[in-house]
């Protein structure tokens, strides 16, 4: 019984033992590993259609992370903050960290008043832990770190450029020490921006560029925009209202505003496919909220645009002096991505149709290389079912030779034979080619006339100062009496406007239109212009060497070679040969 | 000798025909090595298109062709891969019978020089025989036939085809003796492009030499006969000349075509040398170059026919080797025709010290232009030196080979009358050297 109750104390000692050895380690790895504190991740996009057309875009992604860089220790663990930028903020003793790269300018009078405004090129601003004691040597080590981190060449501040503002950059978190000692701040206007800095900029999201908002950054469609700014913020602030517990915060903006003409070729209508040629299929998993705004301020009951896939969530908000509202997307919900598991949002604008030319033309040169081309002339026939003729003419320079028998009108696939064809060849450094024809134009159908070219090299001086900018050629002419509608007025004694009474009208049923398509822009082989001297030289050289070898053939005759005598004997025999005695 | 030649024919007709039918053609036909402004195929359709279109095809700057040009392609330009495979077994055909009547002569000649003792004993060696004469005729066919140069010229339909064939039956008429006809193709010839006109020193001498006329100013028959050869040339020439008058009724194809020779307007780059030379001329001295590089063609001719008088058909080789080079806009079927030529000296083998590197920089050449065009033209990674250079080194080595030919020759006429192992005063073995 003894051994028994001994046994049972010891086991239940035992347990006892293990589980609070058991607890002691849970809790010292529990503060051992979280002695970094929660972190939190959000990411939201902001699309506000703007006045002038074009559309404005605003990523912002923000990590918050509850822990001191300024303890002894280091940090170890890093989980949604990026570790590069917790070491700088380590090492350096930086309290608040502004960086932007922008390319192109905001535009305050189109465009409004951006989220985060910023200026062209590269800025820099820091304001330093009182506990550094040498702001320049820290400030120009920080500096080349940035440079390396975000692959730009901020190495080129240096103190040529660097400024302490004295009471223009208040600290943005929060910080009771405003001695402007330990802020420095840097623009580099001639910076610019591209994917080599994009993408250490997207490296350093929690989820990278893989999932969640920021999978649409991709740099062909981010870059070829009006305006891009992509910055960095970090600084302090305050957990709660007490702030009894700061955290440190990383905000990651992203602006871009994209051109009606450039992006969306003149139609208005924006959606994420058009903008980043991508659509979003989930939210960041490291997220806890992950949501898109589109600015609907302007269009309440859905009169001036419409927007699908429609949302019920609404928001509104006081953004820069104005309340806006906004229809929200929540990506951490499945039901915004729909049935097709993908969400591409699309803002439709309602316009009504222009009234359609009844006659216009384009031109264009297709073909590849220096050696050969084609001029492509299109010219459309919008009436539903009248046919008309036009007179086409083209005046095409002499250094662009022409074969006429590859000219071919095709309209509507078929062959469209001219009625008249007048053409003159050009003569080189006289006059240029002319080709006027006659064509008829089928209703409602599109006509293509085009004619083969060859290159020619010119002499050097005959090019211009710039010759890899090309050469002009002038617009072709289209002149045609267009069947009019409304009956035209025959009198031209009349009293009309002055805008009507231009071309002189000699029938009712039509009216004259000249009609001019584009100038091309052709390249063509150019000789090396440095060379003149070293080409006349290389080319006499050859021709001297011909020369040479014929002349030596021609001549001289073969004869047999004796060794000459010796220094010694050649001397002797000239004594020899004074003498008068026979040479050796 | 008859069967394979047919074979041989045959044999270079399917090939052409082959590439005809494939999608090489269109390549072929844009390449600026192959075609020039003179001779390229589109510039004929063009001219042809101008004709039905009204206009005179010499009143613009792409035609460059003669009237007769327009007179021929005007009936059979639907059947122009015939003309132009006809035209280049004319040619092969001339010169296998020209060559077949040369070598009769040359070896007549050796049995005279050998019976009246000529030639000193040791040089017994050069002694050429009937067996490897035998197939000498074949061979210079089949360079022409086979000859790749050849090939892409015919596939790329280029007058250059018409051209060599004139000369070729220039060639095979003067060699067999035919005063008359010699002149006829003469002016032909020298009415298509000027540059054959250089060829009538060889004819005259080689037919002097035939007709056993003595070569010497001071002789009247020497006169005489120039004289005559002179008015059968011209007489045909006007002949010609008023022909292509009365197709279009005016003298506008003069300075399209003659002047366009002269004058090098179109600096189109091609494998010759005056493209970049006169693209990157000083304004100022345009017409003295001009000047001085035409000269450079018809130069030789004079000094040339008086080395060689004895050796006309030498001197032939050499004239066409010098206007290939030389011309204007040359093109690869030009080379094709002198190349033609070198089996008749393949006895000159022993003496030619360059042949090696001269073929290795010739295979080499042609390999680079076509690489170095798309380079400059559609890669835009390198410039037009890069071609001017591969143009500058072909043209070297056809020099060397053409300096080294005749170097060749007048090694094996020396060692002809002087022997062929000779020795110093000491007795050692003796070095040639010119001096």
Same mark, same amino acid.
């Given at each position: ?82 570790? #590069? ?177 450039? $992006? ?24 806890? #909220? ?36 906004? #229809? ?151 002149? $045609? ?104 | ?47 042809? /298109? ?47 019978? /020209?060559?077949?009547? =040369? ?8 049995? =005279? ?14 002694? &050429? ?61 020298? =009415? ?13 001498? +080689? ?29 045909? %020439? ?6 292509? *008058? ?6 506008? =194809? ?6 366009? @020779? ?35 063609? *018809? *130069?030789?001719? @004079? ?59 010739? %295979? ?13 033209? +559609? ?7 890069? +071609? ?19 170097? /060749?020759?007048?090694? &094996? ?23």
């Amino acid at each position: 019984m003894a051994e028994q109750k001994f046994s049972l104390s010891v086991c239940v000692c035992v347990c006892v033992c293990v589980c609070v050895c058991m607890c002691v380690c849970v809790w010292a790895v529990r503060a051992m590993m979280c002695g970094c504190g929660r972190d939190d991740f959000q990411e939201e996009l902001v699309i506000r259609p703007l006045h002038s057309g074009d559309i404005y875009a605003s990523f912002q992604f923000r990590t918050v992370w509850e822990t001191d860089f300024m303890r002894g220790n280091k940090v170890s663990h890093y989980r949604l903050f990026p570790k #590069s930028l917790g070491q700088v903020i380590s090492k350096f003793s930086v309290r608040e960290l502004h960086i932007s790269f922008t390319q192109g300018y905001w535009r305050t009078m189109q465009w409004g008043q951006p989220f985060q405004p910023s200026p062209p090129g590269a800025e820099l601003w820091v304001w330093f832990q009182d506990s550094v004691t040498d702001v320049d040597g820290t400030w120009k080590e920080l500096t080349n770190v940035l440079s390396g981190i975000f692959c730009a060449s901020l190495n080129f501040i240096d103190s040529t450029n660097t400024v302490q503002p004295s009471a223009s950059f208040k600290p943005l978190g929060i910080g009771n020490e405003t001695d402007h000692r330990f802020l420095r701040y840097a623009t580099l206007p001639r910076e610019i921006v591209c994917t080599e800095n994009l993408t250490p900029w997207k490296k350093l999201l929690p989820c990278g560029s893989k999932a969640g908002l920021a999978v649409l950054l991709k740099s062909e469609k981010l870059f070829h925009s009006s305006f891009h700014s992509q910055a960095v913020h970090i600084r302090p602030v305050c957990q709660d209202w007490q702030c009894k517990t700061t955290s440190w915060e990383l905000r990651q903006t992203l602006n871009v505003v994209f051109d009606l003409h450039n $992006s969306a070729q003149g139609k208005r209508e924006w959606s994420l496919f058009k903008m980043f040629s991508r659509t979003l299929t989930e939210a960041c998993p490291l997220a806890s #909220s992950s949501k898109i705004y589109i600015d609907i301020t302007d269009n309440p009951q859905g009169e001036q645009f419409e927007v699908s896939p429609a949302t019920p969530l609404l928001s509104q908000a006081v953004v820069l002096g104005d309340r806006r509202t906004f #229809s929200v997307y929540d990506l951490t919900q499945q039901i915004t991505f729909g049935t097709v598991r993908s969400l591409n949002l699309l803002i439709r604008w309602k316009s009504s149709d222009m009234l359609r030319p009844l006659l216009h033309a384009e031109r264009y040169v297709a073909g590849y290389g220096l050696q050969t081309g084609e001029i492509h002339t299109l010219m459309y026939n919008n009436h539903p079912y009248r046919s008309f003729p036009v007179l086409l003419l083209d005046s095409v320079p002499w250094y662009l030779r022409l074969y006429i028998h590859t000219l071919t009108v095709t309209s509507k696939g078929k062959d469209n034979k001219p009625s008249y064809i007048h053409y003159q060849p050009s003569k080189d450094r006289l006059r240029p080619h002319l080709l006027e024809m006659l064509v008829q134009l089928p209703p409602n159908s599109v006509t293509e006339v085009t004619v083969q070219f060859e290159r020619a090299l010119l002499k050097w001086t005959e090019y211009t100062p710039d010759p890899n900018h090309g050469f002009y050629v002038g617009s072709s002419v289209i002149s $045609s009496l267009v069947p009019s509608i409304v009956a035209m007025d025959t009198n031209s004694t009349r009293e009309r406007p002055l805008f009507s009474s231009f071309f002189p009208c000699k029938e009712e049923s039509s009216y004259f239109v000249r009609v001019y398509t584009e100038p091309l822009l052709v390249n063509l082989p150019t000789p090396d212009f440095s060379m003149p001297y070293n080409v006349i030289c290389l080319t006499c050289t050859v021709v001297a060497v011909g020369y040479g070898s014929l002349y030596n053939l021609l001549t001289r005759s073969f004869q047999i070679e004796e060794p000459s005598p010796g220094l010694a004997k050649r001397i002797a025999n000239i004594i020899r040969k004074m003498r008068g005695v026979p040479p050796l | 000798m008859a069967a394979p030649l047919t074979l041989l024919v045959i044999l270079s007709v399917t090939i052409r025909a082959v590439l005809y039918r494939s999608s090489l053609a269109e390549v072929i036909s844009e390449r600026v090595e192959v075609v020039s402004p003179l001779t390229a195929w589109k510039r004929v359709v063009e001219g042809l /298109a101008l004709l039905d279109l009204g206009v005179s095809p010499y009143s613009g700057d792409v035609f460059h062709e003669t009237p007769l040009i327009i007179y021929l392609f005007h009936f059979v330009v639907d059947y122009a891969e015939i003309t132009f495979m006809l035209a280049d077994v004319i040619t092969a055909v001339a010169l296998y019978m /020209a060559v077949m009547d =040369y070598n009769k002569q040359v070896f007549r000649k050796q049995k =005279y020089a050998l019976e009246a003792d000529r030639y000193p004993l040791d040089c017994l060696e050069l002694i &050429r025989s009937p067996k490897e004469m035998y197939y000498i005729p074949l061979k210079v066919a089949m360079f022409y036939l086979l000859n790749p140069f050849t090939i892409l010229s015919c596939v790329a339909k280029s007058t250059c085809g018409l051209n060599n064939a004139v000369i070729a039956l220039f060639i095979l008429t003067t060699i067999k003796g035919n005063v008359l006809l010699s002149a006829i193709f003469l002016s032909l010839a020298t =009415y298509q492009s000027i540059y054959p006109l250089t060829l009538c020193a060889p004819a005259l001498l +080689y037919l002097m030499q035939r007709q056993f006329i003595p070569v010497n100013f001071r002789r009247v028959s020497f006169w005489w006969f120039i004289a005559q050869y002179a008015f059968m040339y011209l007489g045909s %020439l006007f002949v010609i000349v008023g022909l292509s *008058f009365f197709l279009l009724g005016s003298w506008d =194809y003069v300075p399209s075509v003659y002047g366009f @020779i002269l004058s090098v307007p179109d600096l189109t780059p091609n494998i010759g040398l005056f493209w970049y030379f006169f693209a990157e001329m000083f304004e100022h001295f345009r017409l003295f170059f001009l000047c001085v590089f035409q000269i450079n063609v *018809f *130069f030789y001719t @004079i000094p040339l026919s008086i080395k060689l008088k004895e050796h006309p058909v030498f001197l032939i080789f050499m004239q066409l080797a010098v206007i290939s080079i030389f011309k204007s806009y040359p093109t690869v079927g030009d080379i094709a025709l002198y190349m033609a030529f070198l089996p008749v000296w393949s006895h000159l083998h022993r003496f030619l010290r360059n042949i090696f590197l001269v073929s290795c920089v010739l %295979l080499a050449c042609s390999a680079l232009f076509p690489v170095l065009w798309h380079l400059w033209i +559609y890669a835009g990674s390198a410039n037009s030196n890069f +071609y001017y250079a591969i143009t500058l080194l072909f043209n070297v080595a056809q020099i060397l080979l053409v300096s080294d030919y005749f170097y /060749a020759f007048l090694r &094996r006429e020396h060692h002809l009358s002087y022997g062929l192992y000779l020795k110093r005063k000491d007795g050692s073995e003796a070095t040639l050297v010119l001096k």
